[in-house]
């Protein structure tokens, strides 16, 4: 039997993001869509107005006897920059923000103790900004992104 678990993260455009959790082992199927925002049912159109609070995310599912919580949050953060608020790249709007939507409680502080380290690592020269919340509705979005770069034969791309 395969132990199944989720985690949500939101690391800037939703295409890059989905396609480097999909590179990792143990991850057994992602989700673009939306969360974290007041709107019911939001499309993609309503989200780019930075008016439904929703951010771009992905949902993870993952096995956890193949893959921790806690290397999924370490490809998170080395897959964008969380020391820019609503922002990354070239895209800018709070749902390009950076955020961790945890699932269960130990996910809460597993996200919480990773980010301490992360900025006293001193890898940033400012501070991580990354909202860590717990998880709410999640709106899958429209089949068009839906493993948008793998319909499209590109690999991955720079998220930062």
């Not at 949500?8 to 199927?29: E, L």
């Not at 998170?76 to 749902?95: L, Y």
Request: glycine share 8%; proline share 6%; hydrophobic share 30%.
């Amino acid at each position: 039997m395969i132990h199944r678990e989720l985690a949500t993260f939101a690391a800037g455009c939703f295409w890059g993001v989905q396609a480097k959790f999909d590179q990792v082992p143990g991850v057994i199927a992602t989700t673009v869509g939306y969360t974290g925002g007041h709107t019911k049912n939001p499309t993609y159109k309503e989200v780019c107005s930075d008016t439904t609070g929703h951010a771009e995310a992905v949902l993870v599912e993952f096995n956890p006897d193949e893959v921790t919580f806690g290397q999924l949050l370490d490809t998170f953060w080395n897959m964008h920059d969380p020391t820019t608020p609503n922002r990354q790249g070239p895209d800018i709007g709070s749902q390009y923000r950076s955020a961790i939507f945890y699932h269960s409680e130990a996910q809460r502080e597993a996200a919480i103790e990773s980010e301490r380290k992360l900025d006293e690592s001193g890898r940033y020269k400012r501070p991580t900004v990354t909202e860590i919340a717990a998880a709410t509705e999640f709106w899958p979005a429209e089949d068009f992104h839906q493993k948008y770069y793998a319909k499209r034969g590109i690999g991955s791309c720079p998220v930062r």
